[in-house]
T-cell receptor
Framework: DTGVSQDPRHKITKRGQNVTFRCDPI?????LYWYRQTLGQGPEFLTY????????KSRLLSDRFSAERPKGSFSTLEIQRTEQGDSAMYLC???????????????FGPGTRLTVL | AQKITQTQPGMFVQEKEAVTLDCTYD???????LFWYKQPSSGEMIFLIY??????QNATEGRYSLNFQKARKSANLVISASQLGDSAMYFC??????????FGSGTRLSIRP
């Protein structure tokens, strides 16, 4: 399978615990994005990477959230001291980058559904 | 601030009819891109179509076309000959110059047999 993969697909945790999600983008894609989607809403941008550089972070990404892409390939999103409001689907997407249509098309992974009890 | 507005929370359409999903956007950037994504009940986000702000022709991808009216800042999705499998949530989205992506709140499309 050469699409975007995410692990785990589901995570249930207790409030206050730390969680980490992984995203493996399509191998030749140099851009990687993280989004959060709550029920009935569109995805909300969290952050994105161009290779290993984190170029933009949303204000939604509080100091409890950190994302890395150490070698410009896979990425991790960590949430520390989880709160019930963190319950959501966390989506990862990747793209080639560039200004043309092909460069802008984002391919999404299946998401990680987080439930904080 | 950039914003995407989808004013139709839900739509019902008869199978084989054409349907237009509305999207308006707000940006001060000159260079931007517009997308439409489909999200079936299974949850995956499926890319449908892309329009660059400098593209002079409306984008088309099979049964999907994007009616881009730059002066009105609208980017409506037209689905021709709708099928039962088109039932899903549809999101309009915009990429700005800095590659940040903003999604609208979505339209739930239901196709009646």
């Amino acid at each position: 399978d050469t699409g975007v993969s995410q692990d785990p697909r589901h995570k249930i945790t207790k409030r206050g615990q730390n969680v980490t999600f992984r995203c493996d983008p399509i191998s030749e894609h140099n851009r990687l994005y993280w989004y959060r989607q709550t029920l009935g809403q569109g995805p909300e941008f969290l952050t994105y990477f161009q290779n290993e550089a984190q170029l933009e972070k949303s204000r939604l990404l509080s100091d409890r959230f950190s994302a890395e892409r150490p070698k410009g390939s896979f990425s991790t999103l960590e949430i520390q001291r989880t709160e019930q409001g963190d319950s959501a689907m966390y989506l990862c997407a990747s793209s080639l980058g560039g200004e043309n249509r092909g460069g802008n098309e984002q391919f999404f992974g299946p998401g990680t559904r987080l439930t904080v009890l | 601030a950039q914003k995407i507005t989808q004013t139709q929370p839900g739509m019902f359409v008869q199978e084989k009819e054409a349907v237009t999903l509305d999207c308006t956007y707000d940006t001060s950037d000159q260079s931007y891109g517009l997308f439409w994504y489909k999200q079936p009940s299974s949850g995956e986000m499926i890319f449908l179509i892309y329009q660059g702000s400098y593209d002079e022709q409306n984008a088309t991808e099979g049964r999907y076309s994007l009616n881009f009216q730059k002066a009105r800042k609208s980017a409506n999705l037209v689905i021709s000959a709708s099928q039962l499998g088109d039932s899903a949530m549809y999101f309009c989205a915009m990429r700005d110059r800095a590659s940040k992506i903003i999604f609208g709140s979505g339209t739930r499309l239901s196709i009646r047999p």
